[in-house]
């Protein structure tokens, strides 16, 4: 919207300073006139940019300008600097970045975030023809390339993630991928289907008490080419009450595993950080 202001006598000698100029910015004096307070309603230090609604008249070199007339102290609105969205920067990344993209790959974001973190560290260059040429992501590469820019962040936290996996303790099971999906599911986990899910060898049934809180571990494939590993951990429920086994904060402590061959990977994961979420959990360190 274009707004056009006609100033008073003292607000013309302000912009007379620009009386050779077809744009003008009227900077802190302008918004110390009274007039300008009673506009915009309270005092503020920013800088407007304004252009003059009539054009001046052009004059021979070395002759004396013409005189200005009222007119051309009528000036339209054109933008206010500091309320000017910025635009995002486009940068190609020379390298897989974790949560932005892989290498070759086009990405908008903020000024100052992509100039402090990708073009400083060179993790990126500006996005323009030379640099696609260079840096495309038709050219070749030894690096391992995600399927998704959010693969390695949901391998890190299924890696860090613990499913509780309820089974009946009174009715005969057999541990299978479905189980697993469904109590996923429950923990906020979506797994696509079965077939992303690669159990044990061995096979696990029960009810059998002696399973109560051992963890094992099982693969999850995402998007049918990154994999990760998840812990699991065996808990028994029944419908009565009565019958129920209580654990006080089983979650934070490491569990024996069910299979002794997956010891050594399941010491090596580190527990999910589950105090930040019950403050009343007691210090296992």
């Not at 202001?5 to 802190?28: D, E, G, P, W, Y």
């Not at 609105?77 to 897989?96: G, S, W």
């Not at 390339?145 to 996996?165: D, G, N, T």
Request: net charge positive.
């Amino acid at each position: 919207m274009n707004l056009a202001v006609t100033f008073s006598a003292n607000m013309l000698k302000i912009c007379s300073q620009f009386q050779n100029l077809r744009c003008a910015v009227a900077h802190q004096q302008l918004f110390n006139h009274p007039l300008s307070r009673a506009m915009s309603g309270s005092l503020s230090f920013r800088t407007v940019l304004l252009k003059r609604k009539h054009a001046i008249d052009l004059h021979q070199t070395g002759h004396k300008p013409k005189k200005l007339r009222g007119k051309h102290f009528i000036y339209q609105y054109v933008e206010d600097a500091p309320f000017k969205k910025e635009e995002p920067l486009e940068v190609i990344l020379t390298q897989y970045v974790d949560g932005i993209g892989k290498k070759g790959e086009k990405v908008k974001l903020k000024r100052q975030f992509a100039y402090n973190n990708l073009l400083l560290p060179k993790l990126a260059v500006y996005a323009n023809p030379e640099n696609e040429a260079l840096y495309g992501s038709s050219e070749a590469s030894s690096e391992y390339e995600y399927s998704s820019k959010y693969a390695p962040k949901m391998v890190q936290y299924l890696s860090k993630s613990l499913v509780a996996i309820t089974m009946n303790k009174e009715v005969p099971w057999t541990l299978e991928a479905w189980h697993i999906r469904a109590c996923a599911r429950k923990a906020g986990i979506l797994i696509a289907d079965d077939s992303c899910i690669e159990m044990p060898e061995k096979e696990i049934s029960g009810p059998d008490l002696s399973l109560e809180t051992k963890e094992f571990l099982v693969t999850v494939t995402i998007n049918k080419k990154e994999k990760a590993k998840m812990r699991c951990r065996i808990h028994h429920w029944s419908t009565e009450p009565g019958d129920r086994i209580k654990a006080e904060y089983p979650w934070f402590k490491r569990a024996e595993p069910i299979f002794e061959e997956q010891a050594e990977e399941l010491s090596s994961i580190p527990l999910p950080e589950y105090k930040a979420l019950h403050k009343s959990a007691p210090d296992l360190k």
